[in-house]
């Protein structure tokens, strides 16, 4: 709820302070590694267990109107277990905050393999430029997964992450 | 002073990290995918994958684990 609020209320400030951020980039590209908490359970079982590690790769475009939000998708592979594989939906919003830029996001990520997930995600990132097009990347996010045969009957998978990442904007 | 204040920061954030994933290590499974080729994950234990599509009363291991030390 409180990433909610964060996504909405930088919607709000984006806006306001939109000329802050860069409208001349076409596409930014980043790669990352992470890992975190997987919470489920079934028949009043919750668990709780370090998530697989994982590694992504996400293409972002600026949206043509309103340069603040970022469009694109990510490539996640999942390192451990049974090393499932999923594509994500990403829209973020861009925020300058003195060096840093803020990037509270949501995305839906579908894992499709060897089983399948899907659910909603919300996200916030941070960017650390260094230089005048890399940077460095860090971001966590919560996501729910209520649909998919990777789901036990009765119960919804959430997962709680952590990414270290590089990024370069084009 | 700033690079101080900033090593303090990663620190604690690095320390918060690794108690909350080693904090998480409770047995039993949570996806299906977890579980190896012909298992499924039913209330938080590994068991066979039966042919009806429910689920086995018995927990079984994964292939990985019965292949180890039974001969």
Redesign the interface.
């Known amino acids: 709820m409180a990433l909610f609020a964060v996504v909405l209320g930088s919607a709000v400030s984006s806006r306001a302070y939109g000329q802050g951020v860069a409208s001349d980039q076409l596409l930014d590209i980043s790669t990352g590694f992470g890992s975190g908490v997987l919470r489920g359970g079934n028949g009043g079982l919750g668990v709780a267990q370090r998530a697989p590690f994982f590694v992504d790769v996400t293409v972002l475009t600026p949206h043509p109107a309103e340069p603040w939000l970022l469009l694109g998708g990510s490539l996640r592979v999942e390192l451990e277990d049974g090393r499932a594989v999923a594509g994500v939906a990403r829209a973020t919003l861009r925020h300058k905050l003195s060096k840093l830029e803020l990037r509270p996001g949501v995305a839906i990520p579908f894992y499709f393999a060897p089983r399948t997930m899907i659910g909603p995600e919300a996200n916030f990132g941070i960017r650390y430029p260094v230089g005048n097009d890399f940077g460095l990347l860090a971001g966590a996010g919560i996501a729910a997964f209520m649909i998919g045969n990777d789901v036990p009957h009765g119960t919804t998978v959430v997962m709680f992450h952590f990414q270290l990442g590089i990024g370069l904007l084009l | 002073m700033r690079s101080q204040a900033r090593t303090r920061i990663v620190a604690a954030a690095g320390l918060v ?1 690794s108690i ?7 047995p ?7 579980c ?1 080729h012909g298992y ?5 234990m590994c068991v066979v994958e039966p042919s009806d599509g429910g689920s086995s009363a018995e927990p079984e291991f994964p292939d990985d684990e019965l292949d180890s030390g039974f001969e």
């Open positions: 990290l909350a994933l080693g904090a998480c290590t409770d039993g499974c949570i996806r299906h995918s977890e190896g499924v994950c039913t209330r938080a």
